[in-house]
């Protein structure tokens, strides 16, 4: 490891070894203040954050901005890493050590000999290996974080269950669900009632999305971002002829929004 006192050389800023060191010299006496005062706690809003902007470089298809948002969310990885090391919990090391230990155990078709034809294989294969890691009584679903946004947890699961052959036969039965929902939303009389079928709804449109490939967080973040993108748009054009949007009817509002749609493409 690259000694904590020293100053990296610029052959060096390419190596891990010295992103370990600059944070443990960050985190030594006579360091960085601000970075010797963070626990695990109070950089936690941070390393959410970061995995966000890495899933925004992603949706927008920017693989410059990609980058910087990777490193910083391993630098976040690191500094948790360092955190734990000076608690006397663990280190990086361990932590490496450990993720490479689970992806050979659970990839035996690579690094051992029992056979995978196809990605089903894999994954029937690799929910065993996980079935077996797992203690007697366990549930299956216990390893998903129930801190993932609430449609990236619908997904996680059913995606879980469909491993084990919980799962719809054809698409054609959950559009019929996503109708039977809709409707039971229109029949809900009290606000509970319209809560649990909303809920309802959304459960099975994600599960209608997973089937299909469609990671249904980043769709609707790309719904939000034409959404802002044309509203925005929208506001331009009311400044640049003088409008009051506000003033506007219904039925001009919409013109409006037609017109920056096809601004925008």
Known sequence: MTNARNIPHDQELDSFDTLVGIIARLRSPGGCPWDRKQTHQSIRDSLLEETYEVLQAIDANQPQNLREELGDLLLQVVLHAQIASDSKDFDISQVINLVNEKLIRRHPH????????????????????????????????????????????????????????????????????????????????????????????????????????????????????????????????????????????YNKQNELWEEAKKLLG
């Open 110 to 249: 690579v690094f051992g000999n029992i056979p995978a034809e196809g990605v089903e294989q894999v994954l029937a294969n690799w929910e065993e290996i996980k079935k077996a890691e797992r203690s007697r009584g366990t549930s299956m679903l216990k390893g998903v974080p129930v801190t993932l946004p609430s449609l990236s947890y619908s997904q996680a699961i059913q995606k879980r269950v469909a491993r084990v052959g919980f799962d719809w036969d054809e698409d054609g039965g959950v559009i019929q669900k996503v109708a039977e929902e809709a409707d039971e939303i229109r029949r809900a009389e009290s606000r509970e009632e319209k809560e649990k079928e909303y809920g309802d709804l959304l459960f099975t449109l994600a599960n209608l999305a997973r089937r299909q490939g469609i990671d249904l967080e980043s769709a609707l973040r790309g719904a939000n971002r034409r959404f802002y993108q044309r509203f925005n748009t929208m506001e331009r054009l009311c400044e640049e002829r003088g409008l009051d949007f506000k003033s506007l009817g």
